[in-house]
């Protein structure tokens, strides 16, 4: 098995092993660091420029004729066309991050963003009260700051406040209703939570309302899995158990409590300073989280309980952060098309785009967004549990130990996370094998696998052994015992491929009836967008190989990172990027595709793998 190298990331000085020959813009996502890509990898554009500070990483022609031979030989490449040849330590300036820590936020789209949070505070300082001085600690709080609807805790702080330091407080409003009144100048110290709260995993970013940046990130598995992988489990347990509705909307919100701390002690930062939390969520997700029944999402017409955005204080879901602050939750599209995807296209502006642009989320259930001409048609799709590692045989979830990348060059070749031995395979793997078995002629469009004396000529004997058939069907293997964490032998079975093609169908049926729905060819789509944390590890030639992306050019295919938080940020941020999320649901169509009778047909071609492939863009 070829050795990987490791790559030190600066200045976090995290670090990930990689295969030699793999693009560093996939490896510096692999870290977690996502890269600007607005010319989708085409070396135009130069956003994903970063600078090897040791190590040696031969430049491209594509590279010198974007950067210069001076700016190459300081060092600096384009991350999106640099390949690993051996250890490096890399630099990536802020700039070229998709998140830049600046007070006006530029999204990948170059669009600027100013900083204009719902929470203001102002510090004051008052005169104490003569003795024969009528009015009230309110009155004269107000006489400065103007009249404002105030908030009971605010009225308790107030006189303790005033009197701790010397009448020098700091009102805290959001809107204009205030909520605190805090001892001193605290005007520094205003932060808020932005939530990506997704069926697996939940993030958390808390961000510095006052200048825009990111503080810190913690992320967790999101409890709710101890009741099942998917959201339709859940909605079952709330529909069948007395109390189910309870314990989950608990164990997700101790889940995000538990991030509140992890944030507090990572940034050091005191909670009580947390004035707005934002969620972005699935439509299962923010109603089970919001105490909201879930169960006419079980049954058709799956009626989502809300569409427009909710308010509520964080005291209502006994959040770990000031009691008074303000909790956003964003609005939902239809059944299965929730917040996430709103903030999705808020956080890429999907529906400004001039050429038809498809917005793809890859996960257990996948959600797809077309805009065209400014309106925007959006479903969702049962992807099945196959990408994230289940009802595949060695699948597992992409941590340690998982093949997470496969390429057949003569033999098979792995990447492994963690540089440990292969316990198994991640989605991102099983869509890798799958695409290169086609390639190499080993599994026809039908999703069989062939075996030995079926493979065409050129097929190197070494891929030839790892035919294995057993009861009529042919396996591939892919680790030999001897290799394998686990001591057995690692198998794609031909069953695997079958899980692949049902996941893989029912994303592209969804797409493909949006097209059909918009009037459009996929030669038409001028760009597709894969978020998730999912899309931001496909290899996107494995995917189109595959059939799960229609045909078109790797140039066109852009990775944008986990949307859902970059969207919920931005509400967190912006007054106005909130009633850009209103404005979406006016533009936007929800397709319910269990209504559709051209979803099962659409689907059954789908199943069939694509005879050849459009064009190769060597990832
Ligand atoms: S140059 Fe545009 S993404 Fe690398």
């Not at 600066?10 to 295969?19: D, K, Q």
């Not at 102002?122 to 609807?149: K, M, N, Y």
């Not at 079958?498 to 969804?510: P, S, Y």
């Given at each position: 098995?070829?050795?990987?190298?490791?790559?030190?990331?600066?200045?976090?000085?995290?670090?990930?092993?990689?295969?030699?020959?793999?693009?560093?813009?996939?490896?510096?996502?692999?870290?977690?660091?996502?890269?600007?890509?607005p010319c989708g990898g085409g070396a135009t554009c130069g956003k994903c420029v970063v600078r090897i500070r040791a190590g040696i990483c031969p430049a491209s022609e594509s590279e010198l004729a974007a950067l210069g031979a001076s700016r190459v030989a300081e060092g600096f490449r384009l991350a999106c066309q640099a390949r690993l040849s051996g250890p490096l330590t890399v630099e990536i300036p802020d700039t070229s991050l998709f998140q830049s820590r600046q007070q006006i936020l530029t999204s990948d789209t170059g669009e600027t963003m100013e900083v204009l949070p719902r929470?203001?505070?102002?510090?004051?300082?008052?005169?104490?009260?003569?003795?024969?001085?009528?009015?009230?600690?309110?009155?004269?709080?107000?006489?400065?700051?103007?009249?404002?609807?105030v908030c009971l805790s605010a009225v308790r702080d107030l006189p303790g406040a005033l009197r701790q330091s010397n009448f020098m407080a700091t009102a805290v409003r959001v809107d204009n209703e205030l909520i605190a009144v805090e001892p001193g100048d605290t005007t520094s110290a205003c932060y808020g939570i932005a939530f990506d709260v997704g069926s697996t995993t939940l993030v958390g970013t808390l961000v510095d309302l006052v200048t825009g940046a990111d503080i810190a990130v913690a992320a967790r598995v999101n409890p709710q899995t101890s009741f099942g992988d998917d959201v339709i489990s859940r909605i079952q347990k709330c529909r069948t158990a007395p109390d189910g509705l309870q314990q989950l909307q608990a164990s997700v919100l101790d889940g995000i409590n538990r991030i509140v701390d992890e944030l507090e002690r990572k940034a050091g930062i005191d909670r009580n300073r947390v004035y707005e939390v934002v969620f972005a969520g699935n439509t299962t997700m923010q109603q089970i989280l919001c105490g909201i029944d879930p169960s006419p999402l079980g049954e058709l017409p799956f009626t989502p309980a809300f569409r427009e955005a909710l308010e509520t204080r964080a005291s209502d879901l006994h959040l770990h952060v000031h009691p008074c602050a303000k909790v956003y939750v964003f609005p939902q599209i239809g059944g299965f098309v929730g917040g996430d995807t709103v903030s999705?296209?808020?956080?890429?502006?999907?529906?400004?785009?001039?050429?038809?642009?498809?917005?793809?989320?890859?996960?257990?259930n996948g959600e797809i967004v077309l805009a065209h001409n400014g309106n925007m048609l959006a479903t969702s799709v049962a992807a099945g549990p196959a990408f994230e590692g289940a009802r595949i045989v060695h699948g597992m979830r992409a941590t340690t130990g998982a093949?997470?990348?496969?390429?057949?060059?003569?033999?098979?070749?792995?990447?492994?996370?963690?540089?440990?031995?292969?316990?198994?395979?991640?989605?991102?793997?099983?869509?890798?094998v799958a695409a290169e078995?086609?390639?190499?002629?080993?599994?026809?469009?039908?999703?069989?696998?062939?075996?030995?004396?079926?493979?065409?000529?050129?097929?190197?004997?070494?891929?030839?052994?790892?035919?294995?058939e057993d009861r009529g069907e042919v396996n591939f293997l892919l680790v030999a015992?001897?290799?394998?964490?686990?001591?057995?032998?690692?198998?794609?079975?031909?069953?695997?491929?079958?899980?692949?093609?049902?996941?893989?169908?029912?994303?592209?049926?969804?797409?493909?009836?949006?097209?059909?729905?918009?009037?459009?060819?996929?030669?038409?789509?001028?760009?597709?967008?894969?978020a998730g944390a999912f899309g931001n590890f496909i290899r996107r030639n494995h995917a189109r190989r595959i059939g799960m992306l229609p045909p078109v050019p790797c140039s066109r295919i852009r990775f944008v990172g986990n949307t859902a938080s970059f969207g919920a940020k931005r509400a967190l941020l912006s007054t106005q990027e909130k009633a850009y999320a209103d404005r979406i649901l006016g533009k936007v169509r929800h397709v319910d595709l269990s209504l559709d009778p051209e979803f099962q047909m659409e689907f059954s071609s789908a199943l069939l793998f694509p005879e050849h492939d459009l064009d190769e863009c060597g990832e």
């Open positions: 098995m070829e050795k990987e190298v490791k790559i030190i990331f600066e200045p976090s000085g995290r670090s990930v092993y990689a295969l030699a020959g793999t693009v560093l813009l996939e490896v510096a996502a692999r870290a977690g660091f996502i890269l600007q890509t929470v203001r505070k102002t510090c004051v300082q008052l005169t104490p009260p003569l003795h024969d001085e009528s009015g009230s600690d309110l009155d004269r709080l107000h006489a400065t700051i103007g009249p404002c609807p999705g296209i808020v956080a890429t502006r999907l529906d400004r785009f001039t050429k038809p642009a498809l917005l793809v989320d890859i996960g257990t093949i997470e990348k496969i390429i057949l060059d003569g033999d098979v070749r792995l990447n492994v996370i963690g540089n440990s031995k292969p316990a198994g395979l991640c989605g991102t793997a099983l869509i890798d078995l086609l390639r190499v002629g080993l599994l026809d469009s039908t999703g069989r696998i062939l075996s030995s004396n079926e493979a065409p000529g050129g097929v190197s004997p070494a891929l030839r052994a790892r035919l294995i015992a001897a290799e394998s964490g686990t001591r057995a032998p690692l198998f794609i079975y031909q069953r695997d491929i079958r899980e692949l093609q049902l996941a893989n169908a029912a994303i592209r049926a969804g797409i493909n009836i949006l097209l059909k729905m918009a009037g459009l060819n996929a030669s038409d789509l001028g760009e597709v967008l894969l």
